[in-house]
């Protein structure tokens, strides 16, 4: 869906569609994994990233989205089996310095780095507290989650789908 | 480069106040090695990953210098001269294990840097569940040893306010910075997110920045590290603090303070080691994490 307003340049975003029943009113969850941050060099001033995604709840059948402002999520649409969104890469200001950091440590090499997670995604029976179940993308449980920094762009990967982002 | 030697793993309960109690690998024996720039924040990481203590670091900010000299890099923030170039930290701990095992361990961490390196020494503090490794003096540009200046020694007062954490957060940053007697930009680091999940333990659908609000300042001048402490320990999962400093020449650089939650090297089901952050472990979130997922 790609990135989010001006506020946010380096946050993808991901609308999800479900498939195999019918599914809205219920809520979903993601459990998602300790970063891997491969960006990150010792003499960096921000600490090692740990997470890569928000942990989010979301309602099948809503999307919600940030709005102009950059801080309140609100409700945006209605879609059948779907929800979103799923906000993925460089938050807050000191996100896109980070960024700057990572993209300053590739320079001497022009490789690229990505920060890793992987992320596994749950639905609840009733509401959003008690029993629920893990299900697939594809024929995985578990999905690795990335954000690419290269000298130029920043892309955000989900159940193999990207988003890209060049830099000013 | 750092290297930790595992030993034997026996599995400890922490957190049981809390509202998580995880299983932590603890080794009976502890050793690492460090040959990078900020080696003391590369070991108590790992060390944190093997007990789930909670310990801080803050590094000086550095003195400014004229002219590169050696050990010049060209980083994100121009030609940098600070922090020192990659230190040297060999740490051996014989055991992790017992009541006493913290302080000897720390003050062993203490006591081997400040013998390995000469660009700064180090001393703890004891504040709430953090020990903090503040630094106490540093080499300045002429080359002796000075009183080391931290951001978070500054001396600030915060109108109580209802605010969100992020926002408690920016306006402590704010009154450090102004209220500093030099003159780094000081940045706020809490990873790629706000932390307002973490702390208020609120996640349900439809949560708004309104519901994270709540009443916090301080009533007398104290420490930026005082309100720090007393504004976390308001907060449903254990913060760690990292002030990291980056000085380049002729400039007034930047430091960063680095919030997050405590990781911890724990056995997976699989019986895999994996990391984890260590949240809500001081209450209970209003969204019930799912169980670990199915290998």
């Known amino acids: ?168 | 480069m750092l290297q930790i030697k595992p030993r034997y793993l026996l599995p400890a309960l922490i957190g049981a106040n809390g509202f998580f109690a995880l299983l932590v690998s603890q080794t009976s024996e502890f050793q690492a090695t460090s040959k990078q720039i900020r080696s003391l924040r590369a070991v108590v990481w790992s060390l944190q990953q093997k007990t789930g203590w909670h310990i801080c670091v803050e590094e000086p900010v550095w003195d400014t210098r004229a002219t590169a000299g050696a050990g010049v890099r060209t980083t994100f923030y121009g030609d940098q001269v600070e922090p020192p170039d990659a230190d040297v930290l060999q740490l051996s701990v014989p055991t992790l294990r017992g009541a006493a095992a913290k302080p000897a361990a720390l003050t062993s961490l203490l006591t081997a840097f400040n013998a390995q390196n000469n660009s700064v020494r180090y001393k703890t503090e004891s504040l709430s569940d953090f020990t903090v490794f503040e630094a106490d003096t540093v080499r300045n540009a002429a080359g002796s040893m000075v009183p080391a200046r931290l951001i978070l020694s500054t001396q600030i007062a915060i109108p109580v306010a209802q605010r969100t954490p992020s926002d408690h957060l920016a306006v402590l940053i704010q009154a450090i910075q102004s209220n500093m007697p030099f003159s780094p930009r000081i940045l706020l680091d809490t990873g790629l997110l706000p932390i307002d999940k973490d702390f208020t333990g609120k996640n349900a659908p439809g949560v708004q920045p309104k519901d994270y609000l709540f009443s916090w300042g301080t009533a007398s001048p104290q420490t930026g590290r005082a309100a720090l402490v007393s504004l976390l320990s308001i907060s449903k999962t254990t913060f760690d603090w990292q002030v990291a400093c980056q000085i380049g020449i002729n400039s007034a650089g930047e430091c960063t303070l680095s919030l997050r939650p405590t990781m911890v090297s724990i056995t997976a089901k699989s019986g895999k080691q994996v990391l984890k952050e260590l949240r809500f472990d001081r209450g209970r979130p209003d969204v019930l994490p799912p169980p670990e997922p199915p290998q």
Do not use: H, K
């Open chain 1, 1 to 168: 869906m790609g990135f989010t307003n001006a506020y946010w340049p380096y946050l993808g975003l991901y609308l999800q569609d479900l498939n195999g029943g019918t599914f809205t009113g219920r809520y979903v969850t993601e459990f998602t994994s300790t970063a891997s941050d491969e960006c990150w060099r010792s003499d960096n001033s921000f600490s090692q990233l740990t997470s890569l995604s928000d942990r989010g709840v979301w309602y099948v059948g809503s999307i919600v989205g940030i709005d102009s402002s950059g801080t309140t999520a609100s409700y945006l649409y209605s879609r059948a089996n779907s929800y979103g969104y799923d906000n993925l890469g460089f938050y807050l200001s000191s996100g896109s310095q980070r960024l700057g950091e990572y993209v300053n440590n590739m320079r001497p090499t022009g490789n690229a780095c990505s920060v890793t997670a992987t992320q596994t995604m749950y639905m609840y029976c009733t509401g959003y507290t008690g029993a629920g179940q893990y299900y697939t993308s594809g024929s995985t449980i578990g999905d690795i989650i990335a954000a690419t920094a290269t000298a130029a762009s920043l892309t955000t990967t989900r159940s193999s789908v990207t988003n890209v982002r060049n830099y000013p």
